[in-house]
Every structure is written in C-alpha cells, then in structure tokens.
C-alpha cells in the first residue's frame, strides 16, 4: 500500500529532463537542491537521499505528467478539423474517390460546407506523393513545422504567444496552419537503429533508495 | 468510352455505389465493379486510375467481395506501386482469407510492424490478428449503443482509471480504457476518446512497450483535440525516438515544448538527445 511515511515502498530516484525526481506510487517529488551535486548519478543521489533522514511528506510534490499536460478528466474539444476541412475543401485541395475535384454542391455548397462525417474520411482523398491518399490515412499536420517555427521565430517569443500558434487561434481563421497530411510511418526504415538513444546505463538516470524498500 | 464519358458515368453511378458500400451488399458492389472493369479506358489519367482502384479495393475488401478484390488489387498496385502500404495490406487480407492463413497472418504482421496501425484504419478487426495479444488496445468498432462522455458510466470509468494509474496498476488501467473506449463513438469526430486513448498510451509507456504506446499515442493524436496536447505530444515524440524514427520525433517534441513550456521536464532523458545535438529548444 502506498503512504507517505518515513519508510516508503517503491520509492524510485529519476533523474528528469529538469533535474533529480522522487517517483512513489504514480506520484511525483522534487529532489531538495542541496542533496544534489555536479555530475550525480541517480545512485549518488538517491543514497543522499537516505542518509538525510528526510522522509517523502518533507518533498515537494510535484503533479503527474499525465494529469498536469493530458488533464484531469476528458473534455469538449475544438472544431479545429473542421474548419481545415472547409479551407481545404474550398481550396480545392481534396479530391473524390474517381480522382475529380470535389462537387461542393455534395457537402452543402460552397459557402455553407456541412461537417465532416465518417464516411468522408473514406470517401474524400487528399494528394500524396504517390497519389490520392484516403482521409483516412491521413492526419493533421502542421504547414509550418514546430522544428521550422521554433528555429525561425518561436524561441524569441513568449509562452503564450508560441501556444497561440500551436492551438492556431491568432489571427484568425483557425485552422489555417494545419492541414490533412497522408500519415506516414515505416519502422523499418526508422528502425534500422531503434535503441540509439538507449545505449546508456541506466543507474545514472534511475535507482532505488537505499533503506527505502 | 472516352475517360470523359467514363468519369461521367461513374459519377452518375456514384450514389448507387454508396449505398451498396453502406448497405455491405456484396453481391451488387461486385457486379458493378465488374462493369466498371469492363468500361475503364486505358487511357484513362493516373490521378482517375489511382483514386478509382484505391476507391474499389477498399470497398471491395470491406465487403469481403474477394474474387472482384483480386482483380482490383491489380490494377491498385499498378498505380501506387508495390511498396505502398495499402497494396501491402489488400494483398496480406487477400492471403489470409482466399489463400494460405498461415502466410496472410505473417503479411499482416510484416505490414504492422513496418507501417503500425496506419494501413488498419478501417480495418481494425486485422489489427487483432496482426498483433497477436489480448493486451493489445483494441480499436474502434461502430456500435450502436454510444455513451457520450458526461453519461455517469463513463465519468465511473475515468475515476477507477485514475486510480489504477495512480497505483501504477497499469494493466488494470488499459483495460478500462478499453472498456470506455468500447462504449464512445469513432475517436476522429467524437470528444473524449483522445483522453482514453492518451492514458492508455501514458500505461503501455510507463511499462516500457514504446510500440503499443506509440499505437495508442498515434491514435490520440488523430483523435479530437490530440494535436494540440502536450502529452500526446510529447509521448508520441518519444515513441517516434524510440522506433528510430528521429526528425518526426523531434518534430513532436517540440511541439510538446510549444503546447506547454514545462512539457518536456517529463521526457525520459535519453529521448532529449536528439534534440541537444541539433541545440534544441
């Protein structure tokens, strides 16, 4: 069972992209500063961490990433796939399943484009380079990449400001810097060296603590 | 018939064809393909070729209309080459239903280990056969017995998902996404499966099983609202890392960063490397 005593159970040592964290039972503590110092293994600190005496209720706790970037509980969501849908649609950007250019009149007409349903994802097919792909197998993508943006404008701007591009609301209309982007994925190509950034021992990043069963 | 005339008749064809595709009428679906075959000009444009070949092995293949299938997977593969993902996936479904199942069941599972979930969407009742194991989140089916998400149900399923997480009862936790994701309607139009989806990605990560999570991570992002999360986004990042596939990792996790400054703090460490080499963010 899982408390925050003096003795916990499955206490871990991580040593996080920002610094040394406590992992017990799905939770998450901040390691106090000064029981770390220059070029600590997660093994160095965690036993630092039990000659202390401290116990994990003298920790900061810190929010699970889980709960802190996914949120607490489903919610209602944006309309964003819509309206790139209705850009791309008027734009003429998507096509049927003969390869012609889309008759709007068959969504609504021009101005008053009806939703995307199920079965378009089907039926509505988007230029790939090795021709029209489903909608389906399609996904949103940015048209100017997080890698380009970052590089060009967004590490000078602020939080918010670099948020407002990733959720696309400022200027308006939303949705113009997604677009539906045929998936692509082939592990095998990737994969040819799948375990490059794992070649590292794991005791500099996790260990137990000692005396901590 | 000229492709004009032939474009146009299949336009004029276009409704009926539908509604046998909506109705899973196998045998009027066939024999209109079979006329389709008949009246296609040689020279017809390739965009035309393409769509139309795609369209009706798709259709084909959904309504289990083999013997027509076969004949289109042809003319499939002509226009999108053998490589394709999907010419891949109609000829393992093929293998596995008309030829030998033993050989199909291993072409499924050569297309899923080389492309993921991608060539199953829409069909997700192979993804079962490819994959080989009962832990395996399972994918959308249409039901017709939807729940939205505020129905009382699925607010108990999300409590006892985060307490199995909190637990670190992982196994527990996917098989209630399971089960709440059983009862939503499809993830691409509906709110709430990406949350599902997202958390059981966040289980299969933490137990070290990067495909899975990768699967369930892919999922979410497709899902309403996935895009634009900082955890969908930063898993699926590291899920990319992990498989090798490093520029579109980096491409995630940056745009994790984006979504939330605080995002990447919960990064495994070794999947940052990529991104301090090219001295990223």
């Known amino acids: 069972m899982c408390h925050l005593g003096p003795v916990p159970p499955n206490t871990k040592v991580i040593k996080g992209a920002s610094g040394f964290i406590v992992k017990h039972c799905g939770q998450f503590f901040r390691v106090p500063r000064k029981l770390i110092k220059h070029g600590d293994t997660a093994d160095d600190v965690a036993r630092r961490l039990a000659n202390s005496g401290r116990g994990l209720d003298q920790l900061k706790k810190l929010k699970s990433p889980r709960r802190h970037l996914l949120g607490p509980t489903p919610g209602k969501l944006d309309p964003t796939g819509q309206h790139v849908w209705r850009r791309m649609a008027r734009n003429g950007d998507l096509v049927d399943g003969d390869g012609l250019p889309l008759d709007l009149d068959d969504f609504g007409g021009r101005d008053s484009l009806r939703d995307l349903t199920k079965q378009d994802l089907k039926r509505i097919y988007v230029m790939g380079e090795d021709g029209p792909i489903q909608l389906k197998k399609c996904d949103m993508g940015h048209i100017e990449g997080a890698v380009e943006f970052w590089i060009d404008r967004g590490h000078r701007m602020s939080p918010d400001a670099r948020k407002q591009w990733m959720l696309d609301l400022e200027p308006p209309p939303p949705g113009k810097n997604y677009q539906f982007t045929p998936s692509s994925l082939n592990r095998s190509a990737g994969g040819r060296n799948p375990h490059r950034y794992r070649d590292v021992d794991p005791t500099v990043h996790a260990a137990d603590v000692p005396g901590w069963p | ?281």
């Not at chain 2, 192979?126 to 080989?132: E, F």
């Not at chain 2, 939807?146 to 108990?156: A, G």
């Not at chain 2, 949350?195 to 966040?202: R, S």
């Not at chain 2, 960063?257 to 605080?262: L, M």
Request: charged share 25%; aromatic share 8%.
């Open chain 2, 1 to 281: 018939m000229t492709p004009d005339e032939f474009l146009k008749s299949m336009k004029a064809a276009r409704k009926d064809l539908e509604a046998a595709e909506d109705a899973r009428d196998t045998a009027t679906l066939t024999t209109m393909y079979q006329h389709i075959r008949a009246a296609m000009p040689p020279d017809l444009p390739k965009i035309n070729f393409q769509a139309i070949s795609y369209t009706a092995v798709t259709r084909l293949l959904e309504a289990e209309a083999w013997d027509e299938a076969a004949h289109w997977l042809v003319k499939f593969e002509q226009g999108y080459g053998p490589d394709f993902y999907d010419v891949e996936f109609a000829h393992a479904v093929l293998e596995w239903h008309t030829g030998n199942p033993t050989h199909g069941k291993t072409l499924l599972q050569q297309v899923y280990r080389t492309h993921g979930t991608l060539p199953f969407r829409g069909f997700e009742r192979y993804l079962a056969i490819a994959r080989d194991n009962a832990n395996a989140l399972p994918p959308h089916t249409d039901t017709d017995d939807t729940l939205d998400i505020d129905h009382p149900l699925i607010q108990d399923l999300t409590n006892r998902i985060n307490t199995a997480m909190d637990n670190e009862h992982y196994t527990d936790a996917i098989e209630l996404c399971r089960q709440a994701l059983h009862h939503l309607d499809d993830p691409a139009t509906t709110d709430g499966p990406m949350w599902f989806l997202a958390t059981a990605g966040e289980a299969y990560f933490a137990q070290g099983d990067y495909q899975r999570a990768h699967d369930a991570f892919d999922a979410a992002h497709r899902a309403q609202g996935g895009h634009t999360n900082p955890l969908v986004l930063l898993r699926l990042g590291e899920c990319h890392i992990e498989h090798g596939n490093t520029d579109t990792g980096i491409e995630h996790l940056i745009a994790a960063h984006i979504a939330d400054p605080t995002a990447l703090e919960h990064a495994e460490p070794h999947h940052l490397e990529p991104l301090h080499q090219r001295g990223l963010p």
